[in-house]
């Protein structure tokens, strides 16, 4: 009786260990690689942080062309922020993308990639009409 009980408790102390593992895991990278930029047409796809910078695609899906430049900020859990990056002025055509690749980032790149919590703010954002 003694042994099916303490073998009961094992078996739930691992299931409650894998599911922490688990979860805390899923926790630790919060910000997506793909998505839109709030308050625009753009939308960023393939988004990385390494030694190097920052690497994104930015797509314009207007159907109008437009000038863009954006400021990426990573925060750590209690709103902080860790680092930026910024994206100066581009022209991108309607349904066209431009890649962004190693672009500088200000702050400790390995903090920026573990951020919880990523912020695109646009900085300039205007039609551009021929």
Same mark, same amino acid.
């Given at each position: 009786?003694?042994?099916?009980?303490?073998?009961?408790?094992? =078996?739930?102390?691992?299931?409650?260990?894998?599911?922490?593992?688990?979860v805390?895991?899923?926790?630790?990278?919060?910000?997506e690689?793909?998505?839109?930029?709030?308050?625009t #047409?753009?939308?960023?796809?393939?988004l990385?942080?390494?030694?190097?910078?920052?690497?994104?695609?930015?797509?314009?899906?207007?159907?109008?062309?437009?000038n863009?430049?954006?400021?990426?900020? $990573? $925060?750590?859990?209690? =709103?902080?922020?860790?680092?930026?990056?910024? $994206? =100066?002025?581009?022209?991108? #055509?309607?349904?066209e993308s431009?890649?962004?690749?190693n672009?500088?980032?200000?702050?400790? #790149?390995?903090?920026?990639r573990d951020a919880?919590?990523?912020? $695109?703010?646009?900085?300039?954002?205007?039609?551009?009409?021929?």
């Amino acid at each position: 009786m003694k042994n099916c009980l303490n073998a009961a408790r094992a =078996g739930a102390m691992i299931i409650i260990l894998t599911m922490i593992i688990t979860v805390s895991g899923v926790a630790a990278f919060a910000w997506e690689a793909d998505g839109a930029i709030p308050g625009t #047409w753009i939308e960023y796809s393939g988004l990385t942080v390494s030694r190097s910078g920052v690497s994104v695609r930015l797509t314009n899906t207007s159907p109008n062309d437009v000038n863009v430049s954006l400021r990426l900020t $990573f $925060f750590d859990r209690g =709103g902080n922020s860790l680092g930026y990056s910024l $994206f =100066g002025l581009r022209e991108i #055509w309607a349904g066209e993308s431009v890649t962004f690749s190693n672009n500088h980032l200000n702050g400790n #790149w390995r903090a920026c990639r573990d951020a919880p919590r990523i912020n $695109f703010s646009r900085m300039t954002y205007e039609y551009i009409y021929h």
